[in-house]
């Protein structure tokens, strides 16, 4: 992990040399001056997660790198600044104020967990500077606490270019439901605000639509032994456990149910789709199932050469889950950069809020064709973007099986 530490400690922007090398070894912008400005992202980059988090970091890296090298914004170099949150709400925190002290900071990528993202929200709110996250799904991020009976917006500064646990969770229940006719599900979370809001919402929707909860559980993050829980499964006669959280407890419940001699699918949101699951779970991970935004990256004309980068620059971590839609994040700051600098003469404004203050509002305004699709966003911040993916493991790979959007009853 590079972190490039800020060049500036006021709040006017400087110029420096360009032509200098970014860590891929290509040269960016023109030969002359140019202004440089840093991208955030934040992500866990190491420990639980970190196959997400590398490619939510690598996905803004390419975008950043496509912009310098590609002068989409004339007179102006981006550079990356990651840093790693350990999945830990605290640290997320910590960074937020790290990246709102870089001057040269006119936005941020990230994060990958909602848990964090809470604790981040107000901190990029307070010195209005945007925040986008390519991962994170729990609805009261957009929509606010009481989003199922009165949305408000509680950050005018927070976008994200993934859709919400609101569709995906029910549109995991409509395809155990109908899809694969599952009618008894055992429901688990890892009481984490991402697992439990989406394991709430697939359980509701579950049950709408005339299925039947046989038993619901919590595990904590960390742990190992699931003995106990695989008994309650086992008792209770489920066809189906719908586990809410990430692939490092899924991956150990599914081998131990396995091992028991359960032989039910274990579903799962996007927090569960990575190659880390199937490696960590083994033969046991054969038939499970984990919903995922958007559509399978591979099946996407305009990302074709995005993940070919990606395998070329030899990059860690797992693309297909985030890392198209961190590009698509870090692009549309950089797009509110251009736009900025139009409206004013073609000159990025030299003042550092009024330049973060723009960037918001350009990002409110993003309508253009991204990897992964059209890219915008609603009154919430929320993507347009309504995709969702059913993956189930097939000899030893995640295979897309339905794609679509969620029919909310």
């Given at each position: 992990?590079?972190?490039?530490?800020?060049v500036?400690t006021?709040?006017?922007?400087t110029?420096?040399?360009?032509g200098s090398?970014d860590?891929?070894g290509?040269?960016?912008g023109?030969?002359?001056?140019s202004?440089?400005?840093t991208?955030g992202v934040?992500?866990?980059l190491?420990?639980?997660?970190s196959t997400?988090?590398?490619g939510?970091?690598?996905?803004?890296?390419?975008a950043?790198?496509?912009a310098?090298?590609?002068?989409w914004?004339?007179?102006?170099k981006?550079q990356?600044k990651?840093?790693?949150?350990k999945?830990?709400p605290?640290t997320g925190q910590s960074?937020?104020?790290?990246i709102?002290g870089d001057k040269?900071?006119?936005?941020a990528?990230?994060?990958?967990n909602?848990?964090?993202?809470?604790t981040m929200?107000?901190?990029?709110?307070?010195?209005?500077?945007?925040?986008?996250?390519p991962?994170?799904?729990?609805?009261?991020?957009?929509?606010?606490?009481n989003?199922?009976?009165?949305?408000k917006?509680?950050?005018?500064?927070y976008f994200?270019?993934a859709t919400t646990?609101e569709?995906?969770?029910s549109?995991a229940?409509g395809?155990a439901f109908?899809?694969?006719?599952?009618?008894k599900?055992?429901?688990?979370?890892?009481?984490?605000?991402?697992?439990a809001?989406?394991?709430?919402?697939?359980?509701e929707?579950?049950?709408?639509?005339?299925?039947?909860?046989?038993?619901?559980?919590?595990v904590n993050t960390g742990d190992?032994?699931?003995?106990s829980l695989?008994t309650k499964?086992k008792n209770?006669?489920?066809?189906l456990?719908?586990?809410?959280?990430q692939?490092?407890?899924?991956a150990?419940?599914?081998k131990?149910?396995k091992?028991?001699g359960v032989k039910?699918?274990?579903?799962?949101g996007?927090?569960?789709f990575?190659s880390t699951y199937?490696?960590a779970?083994?033969?046991s991970?054969?038939?499970?199932l984990?919903?995922?935004?958007?559509?399978p990256?591979d099946t996407?004309?305009?990302?074709?050469?995005?993940i070919?980068?990606?395998k070329?620059?030899g990059?860690k971590?797992d693309y297909?889950?985030?890392?198209a839609?961190a590009?698509?994040?870090t692009?549309a700051?950089?797009?509110?950069v251009?736009a900025?600098a139009?409206?004013?003469g073609g000159k990025?404004?030299?003042?550092i809020?009024?330049?973060?203050?723009?960037v918001?509002?350009?990002v409110q305004k993003?309508?253009f064709?991204?990897?992964?699709g059209?890219?915008?966003?609603d009154?919430?911040g929320?993507?347009?973007?309504?995709q969702?993916t059913?993956y189930?493991?097939?000899?030893?790979?995640w295979k897309a099986v339905e794609?679509?959007?969620?029919?909310?009853?």
């Amino acid at each position: 992990m590079v972190i490039l530490t800020s060049v500036l400690t006021t709040g006017a922007l400087t110029l420096t040399a360009c032509g200098s090398r970014d860590d891929s070894g290509d040269k960016g912008g023109d030969s002359g001056s140019s202004t440089t400005l840093t991208i955030g992202v934040d992500a866990p980059l190491s420990g639980e997660n970190s196959t997400t988090g590398l490619g939510i970091q690598y996905g803004a890296q390419i975008a950043v790198d496509d912009a310098n090298k590609n002068n989409w914004v004339p007179g102006v170099k981006f550079q990356l600044k990651a840093l790693d949150d350990k999945a830990q709400p605290a640290t997320g925190q910590s960074n937020a104020t790290n990246i709102v002290g870089d001057k040269t900071a006119v936005g941020a990528v990230g994060p990958l967990n909602s848990g964090v993202a809470q604790t981040m929200q107000q901190v990029f709110a307070s010195a209005n500077m945007v925040q986008i996250s390519p991962a994170n799904t729990n609805p009261e991020l957009t929509q606010g606490k009481n989003w199922q009976t009165d949305k408000k917006r509680p950050f005018k500064t927070y976008f994200r270019t993934a859709t919400t646990d609101e569709l995906q969770g029910s549109f995991a229940a409509g395809y155990a439901f109908n899809g694969l006719k599952k009618k008894k599900a055992f429901v688990v979370d890892d009481k984490q605000t991402y697992g439990a809001g989406l394991a709430k919402i697939f359980a509701e929707q579950y049950k709408k639509l005339g299925g039947k909860v046989v038993g619901t559980d919590h595990v904590n993050t960390g742990d190992k032994d699931f003995g106990s829980l695989v008994t309650k499964i086992k008792n209770s006669g489920a066809d189906l456990l719908y586990y809410g959280g990430q692939y490092d407890e899924s991956a150990l419940i599914t081998k131990q149910l396995k091992d028991a001699g359960v032989k039910i699918p274990l579903f799962g949101g996007d927090g569960m789709f990575a190659s880390t699951y199937i490696e960590a779970a083994g033969k046991s991970s054969e038939g499970d199932l984990a919903t995922a935004i958007g559509v399978p990256a591979d099946t996407l004309p305009a990302a074709k050469q995005f993940i070919q980068t990606y395998k070329d620059k030899g990059y860690k971590g797992d693309y297909g889950a985030y890392g198209a839609y961190a590009y698509d994040a870090t692009t549309a700051i950089i797009k509110a950069v251009k736009a900025a600098a139009d409206a004013n003469g073609g000159k990025v404004p030299s003042d550092i809020n009024d330049l973060r203050s723009k960037v918001v509002d350009g990002v409110q305004k993003s309508d253009f064709e991204g990897l992964t699709g059209k890219i915008s966003f609603d009154q919430y911040g929320d993507t347009t973007n309504k995709q969702l993916t059913v993956y189930q493991v097939e000899k030893g790979a995640w295979k897309a099986v339905e794609t679509g959007t969620a029919d909310l009853q």
